[in-house]
Each structure stands twice: as C-alpha cells, then as structure tokens.
C-alpha cells in the first residue's frame, strides 16, 4: 500500500475552506490571506479575531431602522433632534454615514437590506418592507425619500415601494437625477445626460 | 455649532479597518467582507473567528524545514521512511502538498518563505537560505532539488541558491522545464516553447 501523502496541517485548511466560502473570496485568496495571517502577520490575524469576535458581540439592528447600531434604539432614532417627519430609506446601512457626510438631512432613516431582484432569488419579502410600511401606518410621518441606487433593481425597488406606500398619505419622493459634481460631458453616459436634461433648472 | 453626524458604529468601523489592511483586500471589499459577516452570515464569522484562533494558536514553522505545521518537527521531517538525503526547496508552505500529491517525490523539504525581488526589497537574508546551508553543511544530503516558480524572481533565486550551496558536494537540480500537462501548442508561450525544444527526450 503507498504511503499516505502529507497535505496542508488540519487547521490551515480548515482556515482556508472558511475564508473561501465569503463573498469575492476565491481558492487562491483565500489561501493568500490565510498564509499570510498565519505567517507573515500574526499581529493582523489577532487583530482580526479580536475586532470580528467583537463586532459580533456589539452589534445588532435598530429595532426601528434595521441600521447596524451597538446601542438599542439606534444614536439617529433616539435623537430627539432629528426631524421624524421623515424617512429616508436605504438599501444598506453603509448608506446612512454617507448621506449623513453630505450634512443636508436631519431626518429619519429606514434600511431595506438589499434591493429587489428576482434574478438573484431577492423578493419584497426579503427586504424590510413591511416594517417601512407599519411605520408610515402608525403616523407622524410626512415625507418619505428614497435614496436607493439608480440601476435597473434600485428602480424596481423603488417603484414598488412607490406601489405599497401610495394611498397612505404620505409624499413619496427620490434623490434628483443628473449629472454628479465635477463630471465632463464626455465621461457622462448618455443615460445620466439624458435625465440630467430633463431635471434641467432655471438659473440665477 | 453644527451637530455631529452620525457615522458607522466604532465596532464595525474596527472591523472594516482591519480587514481593509489584508493583502487583495481594497476599502470597498472590506466593506462588503464586513457587513457580509455582522449582518448577512453571523454563523461564518464566528466560524472565521474560531477557525482563525484556533489556526494562529496551533500553527508553528517546522524548525528543520520551515513548513507550517501543528506539531515539531513537521510530519514530513518526522517521517523515518522519507529520503534524508534529498530536500526539495519550495518557495511557500502550500507548495508541500502540491508536490506530495504528484506522489513521485520521498524526500525532505525546505520552505524558502519568498524569492529573491530587489524590486520588492526581498533580499537572500530575508529567505531561510542561511538555514538551508546549514542542513546542506550538517552533511548526509546528497541532492537538493529547486522547485521554484519558473519566473524571473524564482530563475534569480535559483542562481542565487546555485553559488551558495556549489562547492559543498551536493548534487543541485531544477524541476524539468517544458509543455505542461494537456497544453496545445497554440496555447503555449514562447518561453515555454523555446525550454520544451531544448529539454527535448528521445521516443521508445
């Protein structure tokens, strides 16, 4: 009988298979990162474990937004400044720091966690619609803004969340269309053009 | 004076910084690998975690041949029925197995730990070369087998190992040069083209 073949010791291939199955992380990655976290940087491995064992710990969803928050309600929910006669709602919590960097919204927001996409199996019910609808129905809310992205499943999106909310009395409205600031006409795709045109305003 | 924004909870902010610093892991990945574990799969990042302790806690260098491995000296170095008296010198840990499942090769190993790349600040004193010169000197080797890549950092590594170890009575051989395994000729490089006409054999 032959001899048994030595392979990779049990715990580097355990670490491997489970970098592999995260999202854009291939066979080689995978091995790549694992190597190196076991080899070449112990310091970022315990980095990593330290920081990953604690983001699990601390976080949770606002039970009102659904925003990744380490305190219950979220810091926006339970600031009595902000204005709650508004919603803005987004397709991921990474979207709230960025509106919120561009300093021109003090209202409420409402994570969907995702878009809809029935390609890729995502349908309304996956998404945290119905609690965007519960909170429209318990009242108080003017104005809801949907700042979803503008490709082909942000729009379905947002129309069909045009579908559920319309009739509740509320204004339905989307962040503006047109061209992004510092843009050349020339690196501007004809689509953005064309509703840039059509979202076109007076001067002065 | 202006209200403070509210940005990504601390802990999840650690999280992305930490992955953001891995080798192939930009801003935007981080981002993506961190909401994918808190939010979408908390199973895989605690796995990850556990995996990940388990493997930085386990996994030391062989302190003969350099291999990764969870017991000293690595099985492969332990193995009374493996030849002594060849080492095969690989540049990484994970080219071991590559070479154990040829099932061709009963010698020892030794792990180079990188190449030579001046471009990339990598000299010989960072590689465990000193280390393989002692093996060599310790006597009882009688060849020593380069399976490096066949770039030109693996060809000036090679060389590199050719004037260190020449003059101390072993024998000093390469992998074979040529076509690789179900290549067409169409398909295959000059480079290579050119090596397989050279290590040409004789049919029958």
Excluded: W
């Excluded at 987004?90 to 409420?108: C, T």
């Excluded at 998404?127 to 809310?141: C, K, N, P, T």
């Excluded at 509320?170 to 006409?185: D, F, N, S």
Aim: proline letters at 7%.
């Amino acid at each position: 009988m032959e001899k048994p073949m030595h392979a990779l010791p049990p715990s580097l291939r355990e670490l491997i298979a489970a970098l592999n199955g995260l999202p854009g992380v291939g066979p080689r990655t995978a091995e790549r990162l694992a190597l190196y976290l076991v080899q070449t940087n112990r310091e970022a491995a315990e980095q990593l474990v330290r920081r990953l064992a604690k983001a699990c710990e601390r976080l949770q969803f606002c039970e009102q937004c659904g925003a990744l928050t380490e305190t219950q309600p979220c810091p926006v929910c339970a600031d009595p400044e902000r204005d709650q006669s508004m919603i803005c709602v987004v397709e991921k919590p990474v979207d709230i720091p960025l509106i919120e960097r561009a300093r021109v919204y003090r209202g409420l927001y409402h994570v969907l966690g995702g878009k809809i996409s029935p390609l890729r199996g995502v349908e309304p019910e996956d998404l945290r619609i119905a609690q965007l609808e519960e909170r429209v129905r318990r009242g108080g809310v003017r104005e809801v803004i949907l700042a979803l992205p503008t490709d082909v499943e942000g729009d379905a999106t947002a129309h069909y969340l045009a579908e559920t909310l319309g009739g509740l009395g509320v204004k339905l409205t989307r962040l503006g269309y047109g061209m992004p600031a510092g843009a050349e006409l020339e690196h501007t795709d004809e689509l953005t053009l064309g509703r840039a045109m059509e979202g076109r305003a007076e001067l002065g």
